[in-house]
């Protein structure tokens, strides 16, 4: 059984830093890409950032480029979204995803999904 636990959420002043973690179980994701979304309430699931696997390719939405990065350990099998220069339009509540083969930033790709952790940034 497929698992994503997401950790690291919480309460930080506009300009702070968070690192999110998601620790991934129950499969080998060697081949897998995974992904960070977020959905603030009344908007729609949207996409933030991507990491395969294989060869650490990045991805990430503009709004975040130069602000975000992304990790991953594989011998922790654990994939992190350092975040920097938080801005209160960045709240939201971040979800993890895995998806087989490449990365896509269309939310509906992504077969596995964490339970989310919210993030509040205050102005």
């Known amino acids: 059984q497929v698992q994503l636990v997401e950790s690291g959420g919480g309460l930080v002043q506009a300009g702070g830093s968070l690192r999110l973690s998601c620790a991934a179980s129950?499969?080998?994701?060697?081949?897998?890409?995974m992904g960070w979304f977020r959905q603030a309430p009344g908007k729609e699931r949207e996409f933030v950032a991507a990491?395969?696997?294989?060869?650490?390719?990045?991805y990430f939405t503009n709004s975040v480029k130069g602000r975000f990065t992304i990790s991953g350990d594989n011998a922790k099998n654990t994939v992190y979204l350092q975040m920097n220069s938080l801005k209160p339009e960045d709240t939201a509540v971040y979800y993890c995803?895995?998806?087989?083969?490449?990365?896509?930033?269309?939310?509906?790709?992504?077969?596995?999904w964490g339970q989310g952790t919210q993030v509040t940034v205050s102005s």
């Open positions: 995803a895995g998806k087989p083969g490449s990365y896509s930033n269309y939310f509906g790709e992504y077969n596995y």
């Open positions: 990491i395969s696997w294989n060869g650490g390719n990045t």
């Open positions: 129950g499969r080998t994701f060697s081949n897998y890409a």
